[in-house]
């Protein structure tokens, strides 16, 4: 079993769509956890941080953490075709340890 | 803030060839840089950490005589990848992390553009 599990999709959702993008995680040591953003032959792009269970929001973007359900979503409401792309979740157990990345999930917005 | 260059942004050379990527760090100090493989469709694969001024860590299975890491200095880091083959042809990536807290935490890494290398 990998340490994060992340759909690969892809995911193809009408423009305006509100869209929900969700990793598991297996360990509990995990203490910080991102969202990166990659274009296609692009390096990824920091997204959101959260490092507490709850909600964070920047924008259109809702980072949520579920720490005691090992769960964490990113939300990304009025969907624009701009937003295609692969979002990565990635996390770590801090103290400047590596990150562990899901597989990323392809996202198609389609006018 | 937080922005990393990598140099080049893609290259092509010879089988048996020696090739090296830049990875700066612009706008911050990176106490530690960090550099990926991707190949199509799939997700980062971490191949080595490094500090800057120490030797560079190695994940299981990457060869570090083959992929060279020089971290030279706090905004700096090189990937000479030796006697290139075509199989080594691939999607690199760097990331830095700031080492303190800004829009992510410490532990934030924040990526360059990569480098795609193609060895014919």
């Known amino acids: 079993q990998k340490e994060v599990e992340q759909d690969p999709g892809p995911l193809s959702v009408p423009e305006g769509a509100i869209v929900s993008l969700n990793c598991t995680y297996s360990n509990s040591a995990f203490q910080y956890f991102m969202w990166y953003r990659q274009y296609s032959r692009k390096g990824p792009e920091l997204l959101m941080y959260t490092y507490s269970s709850g909600n964070k929001e920047d924008g259109r973007f809702t980072a949520q953490v579920d720490k005691s359900s090992k769960y964490i979503s990113l939300f990304i409401r009025d969907s624009q075709p701009s937003d295609s792309a692969t979002y990565l979740c990635a996390m770590t157990t801090g103290g400047g340890n590596k990150l562990t990345f899901g597989t990323g999930t392809q996202l198609k917005v389609e006018l | 803030g937080a922005v990393v260059s990598q140099h080049p942004s893609w290259v092509i050379c010879k089988s048996g060839t020696s090739v090296k990527i830049e990875c700066r760090s612009l706008?911050?100090?990176?106490?530690?840089m960090f550099w990926y493989r991707q190949f199509p469709k799939q997700s980062l694969m971490l191949m080595a950490t490094s500090n800057e001024g120490s030797k560079a860590t190695y994940e299981q299975g990457v060869e570090k005589d083959k992929f060279l890491i020089n971290h030279a200095s706090l905004t700096l880091s090189t990937l000479t990848v030796t006697s290139a083959h075509p199989e080594d042809s691939s999607f690199y990536i760097c990331?830095?992390?700031?080492?303190?807290?800004?829009?992510?935490?410490?532990?934030?890494?924040?990526f360059g553009p990569g480098t795609r290398l193609t060895v014919l």
């Open positions: 706008d911050f100090q990176a106490t530690t």
């Open positions: 990331s830095a992390t700031p080492g303190t807290s800004g829009r992510g935490g410490t532990d934030t890494q924040y």
